[in-house]
């Protein structure tokens, strides 16, 4: 009777209270049904090209290529170009120098193997980097000259060095063609004068005078042939001022002495300051 009673409290259970007693909904078989979680790995990309970035690009650029570009930039955007100037460090002597010298080389290497230096043939076959030359040279030497270059050891160094090159030039047997060494000694020579000048203004042009700058111009206007006789003339009226100057404030230092010596022997106190010497002479 009791196993009666047992089965009839079975059967009046509530369904959901047999469906919460169902193994399905026990955690610990859930976890055992399920399949397990797997972390979730995300790929890897793989090598993607892209270009270089511009740290990375200008280190790949030679000088003249990156002047190229900056050339280009300044030319497209005008304003940059004048930030350009305002940044860039001032030419020294010898960068100015060596880029001259650079065209210089230029032109030497452009002469034809064999034959005349001097004939119509040798000078069609270099006009070009000749023209490049004496452009540059035009284009540099206003640079070094007063009064954009204030300091007169700055502008000589550079046309001593400029003046060397301009000596350097192709001797032609046209006279025609003769005529670019020629002007190049005229602006030369007009350069060294206007140096001279303002160099003069500066401490009375003492520098001029031990700089040894005076042997220097006589021996370029020497190698010139008198081509440079404007800036030696203008170097002779400067020392010779100089010197002039000098030998006047010597002569009156000298008639003071005198005047003073005549004074005193007039007084009778010539000698009255020297010390006397006491004993046998």
């Not at 610990?28 to 397990?36: E, F, G, M, R, V």
């Not at 890897?44 to 650029?61: H, Q, V």
């Not at 040894?212 to 021996?219: E, P, T």
Request: proline share 7%; aromatic share 6%.
């Amino acid at each position: 009777m009791s196993g009666r009673k047992r089965k009839a409290d079975d059967d009046d259970s509530r369904p959901e209270d047999r469906m919460s007693a169902s193994p399905s909904t026990s955690p610990a078989i859930t976890s055992q049904l399920l399949p397990p979680q797997r972390s979730v790995k995300r790929a890897r990309s793989g090598p993607a090209g892209r270009p270089l970035a511009l740290p990375r690009l200008l280190e790949t650029l030679d000088a003249e290529s990156l002047r190229g570009v900056l050339r280009t930039i300044c030319e497209h955007h005008p304003s940059i170009g004048t930030e350009v100037v305002n940044a860039a460090p001032r030419p020294s002597v010898s960068s100015a120098l060596g880029v001259l010298k650079n065209y210089e080389s230029l032109l030497q290497a452009s002469f034809p193997f064999g034959g005349s230096t001097s004939s119509d043939y040798a000078y069609n076959r270099v006009r070009q980097p000749l023209m490049a030359l004496l452009e540059a040279l035009n284009d540099f030497t206003p640079h070094f000259l007063p009064p954009n270059e204030p300091q007169a050891t700055q502008a000589l160094s550079f046309l001593d060095g400029a003046t060397e090159i301009v000596h350097r030039l192709p001797n032609w047997d046209s006279f025609q063609n003769s005529l670019h060494k020629q002007n190049a000694y005229e602006e030369i020579s007009k350069a060294w004068a206007l140096v001279l000048k303002e160099a003069a203004k500066r401490a009375g042009g003492i520098q001029l005078q031990y700089g040894g700058w005076d042997q220097k111009l006589a021996k370029h206007n020497q190698q010139a042939q008198g081509r440079m006789q404007e800036a030696v003339d203008e170097m002779h009226t400067i020392l010779g001022w100089i010197g002039g100057e000098r030998q006047t404030h010597q002569a009156g230092h000298r008639s003071h002495d005198i005047s003073n010596v005549r004074q005193e022997l007039l007084s009778g106190t010539f000698g009255a300051g020297l010390p006397v010497r006491v004993g046998p002479w």
